[in-house]
């Protein structure tokens, strides 16, 4: 079993910075991909970005240019560093980790248990 712990997040004024992190903990696994979604209510979860073991990135359009996403593969830790907020990225933070593990390996997608970002205009 993985679990994964959210820090960060809060209340930002628009323009505004905040960044969360993510980490991974349990035994015997390792990470593949990871990621941050973000939901509002009533609406469906949406992916902000994702970065493979190996650091490659991948942004949502609308978040691209304000937003990076890095990993601590040595910590098992996720961050997404959010820049120039606006109140449209209002929303409950999650992060998501796909991992190996078990004998013969095999893949599970675990998510945190999100984190509230408010911008305020």
């Known amino acids: 079993q993985v679990q994964l712990v959210e820090s960060g997040g809060g209340l930002v004024q628009a323009g505004g910075s905040l960044s969360v992190s993510c980490a991974a903990f349990g035994n015997s696994f390792s990470i593949n991909d990871m990621g941050w979604y973000r939901q509002v209510p009533g609406k469906q979860r949406e992916l902000v970005a994702t970065i493979t073991s190996g650091g490659s990135t991948n942004y949502a359009d609308s978040v691209k240019g304000r937003f990076s996403i890095s990993r601590d593969n040595a910590k098992n830790t996720v961050y997404l560093q959010m820049n120039s907020l606006k109140p449209e990225d209002t929303a409950v933070y999650y992060c998501?980790?796909?991992?190996?593990?078990?004998?013969?390996?095999?893949?599970?997608?675990?998510w945190g248990q999100g984190t509230q970002v408010t911008v305020s205009s």
């Open positions: 998501k980790a796909i991992v190996s593990m078990g004998t013969p390996r095999h893949q599970y997608q675990y």
